[in-house]
């Protein structure tokens, strides 16, 4: 069986619009590699998509936990990336 080299990332709100409506992705770990800081990964994530204006203020959950930007992502997580809200 092959380890997953890569991490699921589900997109909601401005995040998902911003990518015409593309509600998941894979972000594919670069070879050698099996874990990733959030902060790593949302700095290589605005360099690929520029045009996705929340990214860099967006709260990341993995596995269900919301995580700080020194949090190790592994290869096999499950990324939840929202943007900011506010309601009433």
Same mark, same amino acid.
């Given at each position: *069986?092959?380890?997953?080299?890569?991490?699921s990332?589900?997109?909601?709100g401005?995040?998902?619009?911003?990518?015409?409506?593309?509600? /998941? *992705? /894979?972000? /594919?770990?670069?070879?050698?590699?099996t874990s990733?800081?959030?902060?790593?990964?949302l700095?290589?994530?605005?360099l690929?998509?520029?045009?996705?204006?929340?990214?860099?203020?967006?709260?990341?959950?993995?596995?269900?936990?919301?995580?700080? !930007?020194?949090? *190790?992502i592994?290869?096999? !997580?499950?990324l939840v990336? *929202?943007?900011?809200?506010a309601?009433?």
């Amino acid at each position: *069986m092959t380890a997953k080299k890569h991490i699921s990332i589900s997109l909601f709100g401005a995040l998902k619009e911003d990518l015409g409506g593309k509600s /998941q *992705m /894979q972000f /594919q770990l670069t070879e050698g590699t099996t874990s990733i800081s959030v902060k790593e990964l949302l700095e290589t994530l605005v360099l690929l998509y520029p045009e996705v204006k929340y990214l860099p203020v967006c709260k990341v959950a993995a596995n269900l936990d919301v995580v700080t !930007d020194d949090s *190790m992502i592994k290869a096999g !997580d499950e990324l939840v990336l *929202m943007p900011p809200f506010a309601g009433g």
